[in-house]
């Protein structure tokens, strides 16, 4: 079946339909989203928002913030630009009904690690699933959006321009979409493709995040020809729930947000002594990079499976009041956190990294932008300040619609029609367990050699053994009849072969990459990493 609009987003996150709404004014719009429409990385967020809207805060203070986090790397226009729009972008949230918690008649602004000031908005901590369900309600409201359920995209649909070079011989016109409960994969045409499909820490084997994040959009966008930077800044969260029988089967770990630390909780060792302690002047509101090292480092140290995570020294009723959600669970699980301490582990959270954009969101595909965390901006450099993901989405969904809107050109197309897509023919031989095998073994090997700390010969051996495995998904992709599994096992795959790629190229430690081989910063490193199919890209 064949899908035309104005314009196509892919994702349903808080980047994916602020953009879909803003563009809205200018067209159609279709959404598409793997599963149900609220099932994204923005309705985990438990901690907030980060802006400057505090009286005693400053725009400057919270830019500085964030460079001071990312390590060298971070774009410094790109980061002043994203912190100045905040405050307006938030205001936005509010008039599509979102409603951040107060105290006493004002904003209750939340503290995080590497913030100097309390600067995050939050619901609760709910927050983004306040978010999410806000902007779901506006979306379905508009006539000219139309959102597409268990839709996912497998590639994109690309035009040749022969006269021109071959890095930008191709132009996106939209995608082919599975929808997963026929099977069936449809063309969905489009004048300009916004990609918002989230992040991919279900590469890793213990993660943060909700299944669906796995990295699909960027891998379209690279074998589509765009380029993608930084993927080797991966953020662990310094603090997930460890319970080593109560696990989705995904993997996916309950967050304790970092906000739980900036009301004033405690990391201990076993033992009961504090694991911060002389380790950074901040201690527990160390950033997420120190803390997850911190973390690994003791559990290595001491052979123990967990820290724990101290908020007795709260009130049960501030407890139940601030983190609601993480106290229910908490209780559900067996633990009283205002009694005991918690105990914790890091997770795979956020790429830093992602689909290399300009400052508005484009991509060097024309035709094809990208926004929130499969984009990679330069907000973030090595390491994301805490509470700045959901700030860029919003950000640069503006910007993305600001850019559209002002270009003629992709206003005025006319949208090719797209070459058919060309079905899987089943092989004899293949079979769906090989499916199963290679999730498993992709998941173990990143998390075990491209973790929190790394070394040459792990990342080495990583490289050697994800290569041999990508060719066995190939052969399984092209024999196994189309399935979402199918689908995302050749993203994650090809995702986790660019990882390792970008890891071993970078030799020094920096921000999110510690490899013990090499562990000091490096003047002449202080650099992104950028990987093209095209070759050497920069």
Not at 12 to 28: P, Q, V
Not at 107 to 130: K, N, S, W
Not at 439 to 457: A, H, M, Q, S
Request: charged share 25%.
């Amino acid at each position: 079946m064949d899908h035309s609009s104005d314009f196509l987003v892919i994702g349903s996150g808080i980047a994916g339909l602020s953009t879909a709404l803003k563009l809205a004014s200018l067209g159609t719009v279709h959404v598409v989203t793997k599963k149900e429409a609220a099932e994204s990385n923005t309705n985990y967020a438990q901690g907030g928002i980060a802006a400057a809207v505090d009286p005693d805060d400053s725009l400057e203070s919270h830019a500085a913030d964030t460079l001071k986090a990312g390590a060298g790397l971070c774009r410094e226009d790109v980061v002043r630009r994203v912190v100045a729009d905040g405050p307006a972008r938030v205001r936005e949230l509010g008039e599509v009904g979102v409603r951040f918690s107060e105290k006493e008649g004002r904003l209750d602004l939340g503290l995080e690690g590497g913030h100097f000031r309390r600067r995050v908005l939050h619901a609760g901590d709910f927050t983004g699933r306040e978010i999410e369900q806000a902007l779901i309600r506006a979306c379905r409201q508009s006539p000219r959006i139309r959102i597409f359920e268990d839709h996912m995209a497998a590639d994109l649909i690309l035009a040749d321009d022969p006269a021109k070079t071959p890095i930008a011989r191709n132009r996106c016109w939209g995608a082919y979409v599975l929808e997963t409960k026929t099977g069936e994969v449809h063309s969905f045409r489009a004048k300009a493709t916004v990609l918002a499909s989230g992040g991919a820490g279900r590469v890793y084997l213990y993660t943060s995040n909700p299944d669906v994040a796995t990295g699909c959009g960027m891998a379209m966008a690279y074998r589509a020809g765009a380029a993608l930077a930084n993927l080797e800044f991966v953020q662990f969260h310094p603090t997930c729930l460890y319970n080593p029988g109560v696990r989705d089967e995904q993997g996916r770990r309950f967050l304790l947000s970092e906000a739980m630390r900036g009301e004033g909780g405690i990391l201990l060792r076993k033992d009961g002594t504090r694991l911060m302690e002389d380790l950074h002047p901040l201690e527990d509101l160390a950033p997420r990079d120190i803390v997850a090292r911190a973390i690994d480092a003791e559990l290595k140290r001491s052979g123990d499976e967990c820290v724990f995570l101290d908020m007795s020294a709260k009130p049960r009723e501030f407890l139940e009041k601030r983190f609601p959600n993480i106290f229910t669970h908490c209780l559900w699980m067996g633990i009283d956190p205002s009694k005991q301490p918690v105990p914790v582990v890091p997770a795979a959270h956020f790429f830093c990294g992602g689909v290399e954009t300009d400052s508005d969101g484009a991509t060097r595909l024309p035709g094809l932008y990208a926004v929130g965390e499969c984009a990679h901006t330069g907000l973030h450099g090595a390491n994301r300040l805490a509470s700045n993901s959901l700030l860029e989405g919003l950000v640069f969904a503006e910007r993305a619609f600001g850019a559209i809107e002002k270009e003629r050109t992709i206003l005025e197309a006319k949208v090719p029609a797209a070459d058919p897509w060309k079905p899987i023919r089943a092989a004899p031989g293949q079979e769906a367990v090989f499916i199963r095998q290679d999730w498993d073994e992709i998941r173990r090997l990143v998390w075990n050699f491209v973790g929190i700390v790394r070394t040459d010969r792990r990342l080495n051996s990583a490289l050697e053994r994800i290569r041999i495995i990508r060719r066995e998904v190939m052969e399984v992709y092209r024999g196994t009849p189309m399935s979402r599994d199918l689908v995302e096992l050749r993203n994650v795959a090809l995702l986790a072969e660019l990882i390792i790629s970008s890891a071993i190229s970078r030799r020094e430690s920096r921000g999110l990459h510690y490899n013990l081989d090499h562990p000091e910063p490096v003047e002449n490193e202080r650099k992104d990493t950028f990987l093209s199919r095209y070759g050497p890209y920069g």
